[in-house]
């Protein structure tokens, strides 16, 4: 069954889109974006214009597919030349817009959804501040009522595509201490009080960019509200698991690719008379590679077809995000090793996709986090 879905003629049509697409407007300048540490605006209209943006979102909303279609659209973007940070800052609007596509009011979908999924706005989703990190229900930044207002007040971090965005989709604290106090609010960032802090340099993803907000008695109006005042948390939940699932698709695709590149240069590259893919050392090291890339997209994809069929599967999700992230982890390196000196050249792919790695066992919750989960699944917390 995991076979036929994933490649129905509809989804093969689907990658044969994205291939072309991403080989044409992506791949040949991604240096460039690297340097400029952004995507121009322009790439976002053209994804919109090919239905690339509208992948798992409800139709009611102007979305089309499921996640098995998001999947098959960083699977290819990944594969033919992008990177884990292309996907971060384009594909950003999966986790800026689905709470307001899901719950809010049909003004804020009109507003809000539609245009960015015809890639015309560009959404962020502020969670994390400089004291949290994991702790979603340790949020401080403040929205108190004032009328048909409400005044918000404090601080995010690692915010992707931060400084280009249109809106923001912020958590912030309406009621008492704790997960229940949590509410989203929609702020558009012309509101006066609110900046831009400082667009953050980070050790990979250069071209997805990131930024520290600030928030100084913004006016936001009532109406921007996503959902019921206090619910912010269960809405953030309901996320998670497809999030973590995107990048654990992030991840086997990255390992893929990396693979992809490394065996033409071990055939191509001759050290003392004879290629690399004749010494053993090297045909191992590309067997343990292909291995872990195999075993971690057919379970990721498995766990992912079940989740999308509405099959129950509780704790599997963090285990498949933290299988395809230590096996991203454990391929990129070989990857940068084999290729020797050259992986270590910012003009070389692979030192890309290495650099990009890294935050896959972070981001979406931390391998540390996953273990807990998963952990706790297993009753070991009683």
């Known amino acids: 069954m995991t076979s036929d879905l994933w490649s129905t003629p509809e989804r093969q049509d689907l990658r044969k889109l994205v291939r072309d697409f991403t080989r044409r407007d992506i791949a040949p300048h991604m240096d460039d974006w690297e340097r400029a540490g952004e995507l ?9 214009e090919l239905g690339l943006l509208e992948l798992s979102f409800p139709e009611s909303a102007g979305g089309a597919g499921d996640y098995i279609d998001l999947a098959i659209l960083i699977e290819e973007l990944i594969g033919n030349g992008g990177s884990p940070g292309l996907c971060g800052s384009l594909l950003t609007h999966t986790i800026a817009a689905p709470h307001i596509a899901a719950v809010g009011n049909p003004a804020q979908v009109e507003k809000y959804v539609r245009p960015t999924l015809a890639g015309t706005k560009i959404g962020s989703l502020a969670i994390t501040e400089p004291g949290t990190g994991s702790d979603v ?14 005044l918000v007040d404090g601080a995010k971090t690692y915010i992707t595509s931060g400084v280009r965005a249109d809106y923001v989709t912020t958590v912030v604290r309406t009621g008492g201490p704790g997960y229940r106090g949590l509410s989203l609010l929609i702020v558009d960032t012309d509101t006066p009080g609110f900046t831009v802090g400082r667009k953050l340099e980070k050790m990979g993803c250069l071209c997805s960019d990131t930024a520290e907000l600030s928030y100084d008695g913004v006016r936001v109006p009532v109406s921007n509200l996503v959902g019921p005042e206090n619910s912010a948390f269960a809405q953030l939940m309901t996320r998670l698991d497809g999030e973590r699932l995107n990048l654990a698709v992030q991840a086997y695709a990255t390992a893929q690719r990396a693979y992809d590149l490394t065996v033409p240069w071990v055939r191509e590259r001759t050290t003392f008379g004879q290629p690399l893919a004749q ?17 971690a997209r057919v379970y990721v994809r498995d766990v992912l077809t079940r989740y999308v069929t509405g099959q129950p599967v509780g704790s599997e999700v963090a285990m498949a995000k933290n299988t ?17 000196g050259m992986g270590y050249i910012r003009e070389n792919e692979v030192e890309r996709l290495y650099r990009d790695s890294r935050i896959l066992t972070i981001g979406g919750g931390s391998t540390e986090i996953m273990n807990e989960v998963i952990a706790k699944s297993l009753g070991l917390d009683n």
């Open 279 to 295: 010494r053993q050392v090297i045909r191992h090291k590309l067997a343990e590679m292909a291995r872990r890339v195999t075993v």
């Open 324 to 340: 395809a992230a230590m096996a991203c982890e454990y391929v990129v390196n070989e990857a940068v090793q084999i290729y020797g």
């Open 137 to 150: 229900a340790a949020v401080g930044t403040r929205a108190v009522r004032d009328g048909d207002h409400y």
């Open 40 to 48: 121009p605006r322009e790439l976002h209209a053209k994804a919109g």
